[in-house]
């Protein structure tokens, strides 16, 4: 089974700081790993993924995650927050070769204030 | 292109109703899935289709839960007397081959 845990249901961040997000897996198999982002009263949107090329992944927005296999961390970052960056970020991890079947942490949302 | 399109965007219903909501996937994308989002949790695993093989069925919560899906299209997810506890936003995901998951905006049900 796999399974993901995003530590921080809320984070809040001055605007042009860092942003770390974090999440650590559990997978008894070669992960796929995913981050999904979530605007208000929309669906979700692809972020990054990894899919055990190189393990620092960079995505849109400026975000990027980097796959630590020892800490089984794929935790999400931005060097300088901007408010539009506010909103809800989803972990998720599927298994190596049935890259569409996600499962999803429980979610972090981000408040940016200026 | 046109994305996952779902409607309807809001849905209320008293207690005890049937109620379907509706998913139009990306065109070609073969797989199907559907998921639902309670307030303040993640995304669950309600059920995925690929092509023509037997849909999996394993997270769907209760036999009031149902889906079908013709061919390559449109699918729709019947909840059958509905329950306070299936207040939640519904979601829709469709991908091609070796291709993320593209998300529709969902459909938001209510339960009186």
């Known amino acids: 089974a796999q399974s993901v845990t995003q530590l921080g249901s809320h984070v809040s961040v001055s605007e042009g700081a860092l942003v770390l997000l974090r999440c650590n897996y559990s997978?008894?198999?070669?992960?796929?790993l995913f981050w999904y982002v979530q605007y208000p009263n929309q669906g979700l949107q692809l972020l990054l993924k990894y899919t055990s090329a190189a393990t620092l992944v960079k995505g849109i927005n400026g975000f990027e995650a980097e796959f630590k296999k020892s800490e089984t961390s794929f935790h999400l970052t931005k060097p300088s927050a901007h408010m539009s960056d506010a909103a809800e970020y989803f972990c998720a991890v599927s298994r190596v070769g049935t890259a569409s079947k996600l499962t999803f942490g429980t979610g972090t949302r981000l408040q940016v204030t200026l | 292109g046109a994305g996952v399109s779902q409607s309807p965007s809001n849905k209320v219903t008293e207690k005890g109703k049937d109620v379907e909501l509706r998913c139009d996937p990306i065109s070609g994308h073969t797989a199907l899935y559907w998921y639902r989002q309670r307030l303040g949790q993640g995304l669950e695993f309600l059920i995925y289709?690929?092509?023509?093989?037997?849909?999996?069925k394993s997270g769907l919560p209760s036999d009031r839960f149902s889906a079908e899906r013709t061919g390559e299209s449109v699918s729709t997810l019947t909840i059958q007397r509905t329950q306070q506890e299936d207040s939640a936003v519904y979601l829709c995901a469709s991908s091609g081959r070796n291709s993320p998951l593209h998300f529709g905006n969902g459909t938001r049900l209510t339960v009186t």
């Open positions: 997978s008894s198999v070669p992960p796929y």
């Open positions: 289709f690929q092509g023509n093989s037997a849909p999996d």
